[in-house]
């Protein structure tokens, strides 16, 4: 009954924010205005709470995670004293304006192999600032496309961050009866043996384990529906951005192995002719040679 509470209690849903929209006022009856956490392109977290005027005391909970540099003052920039409590909690003194708490936050934000992966929980809402490198994260394994925004807002904030950036970018090429399509391949993995062998798939082999891939294709080369596969077994994957010429799809290999996108061919494909095979007819003209080479020699010796 307990966890069947706490998963009500718990409600996430993830939006994408932009630049100028970094705090926004919590539900209502929640001393905290807004919340907001920036990540460093190292990985360094800053939290600053903005705290509504206080009739009373109030014991504020901050973000679980070792803390430093904890600094609290009002609007006028003057310092507010506190009571520091266990688990990341203070008490705050009746105030006439708002209060501001920044501090530092470490050992919560990790990163495996070449992403970044944050397990937070905070029940309050709270928004993430990414740095500008940032174009693509994951919540619980759905990608969001940050574009020209800068972060996102977690309601009821439970969730499983990942995000990356400075992938190498593979482009290849594909040609056509009249044109020529660029695919482009973001991932860590390294991408080998590209091609495009068939009238409705695109093949590639990848070398590592659960490092996202993202691929961007043409709309006017290879349109909908789109399958991926790995090793010939369906995959997950998600069409996470879409504008009207491309298609970003991104997945997560799950082990090393040959990648297979499938989807509707547009255009005409060139397909090359069979080389034709020469060596028959190089046999026939050598002994077609020797022949009359043996008759002259015949010839000239019994003349």
């Known amino acids: 009954m307990k966890n069947y509470f706490v998963i009500l209690l718990i ?7 932009f630049p100028d929209a970094n705090a926004q006022n919590l539900a209502e009856g929640s001393n905290q205005k807004s919340i907001k956490v920036t990540i460093s392109p190292m990985g360094e977290m800053h939290a600053t709470h903005v705290i509504q005027t206080l009739n009373e005391s109030i014991e504020i909970k901050l ?5 430093s540099n904890l600094v609290i003052k009002d609007e006028e920039g003057n310092n507010v004293e506190f009571t520091e409590l266990i688990d990341n909690s203070i008490i705050l003194p009746p105030s006439r304006s708002e209060i ?12 495996k192999g070449n992403i970044w992966t944050l397990e937070f929980l905070y029940l309050e ?3 993430f600032i990414f740095p500008e490198e940032v174009d693509l994260i994951f919540v619980n394994n759905n990608p969001a496309y940050l574009g020209d925004k800068n972060g996102i807002l977690c309601h009821g904030c439970q969730m499983i961050l990942e995000y990356t950036f400075n992938e190498p970018k593979n482009i290849e090429k594909i040609k056509t009866q009249d044109d020529e399509f660029l695919i482009e391949i973001l991932s ?14 695109i093949n590639f082999k990848v070398n590592m384990e659960n490092n996202f891939v993202t691929t961007i294709i043409p709309k006017n080369f290879l349109a909908e529906p789109y399958q991926v596969f790995l090793n010939e077994e369906d995959i997950k994957f998600h069409k996470n951005f879409n504008n009207e010429t491309h ?20 255009p005409e ?7 034709l095979d020469q060596t028959g007819i190089i046999v026939i003209g050598i002994i077609i040679v020797g022949l009359v080479i043996a008759g002259v020699f015949f010839y000239k010796r019994k003349k």
């Open 100 to 111: 501001i708490i920044d501090y530092d936050l470490s050992d919560i934000l990790f990163k």
């Open 11 to 17: 409600i996430f849903s993830i939006i994408v924010i």
């Open 269 to 275: 494909i060139i397909i090359p002719e069979e080389p």
């Open 63 to 67: 973000i679980d995670g070792t803390i």
């Open 125 to 127: 809402s709270t928004s």
């Open 247 to 266: 298609v970003w799809l991104n997945f997560k290999p799950q082990s090393s192995g040959d990648i297979s996108i499938v989807g509707t061919l547009v």
């Open 188 to 201: 860590w993995n390294n991408i080998n043996q590209f091609n495009f062998n068939s009238i409705d798939r």
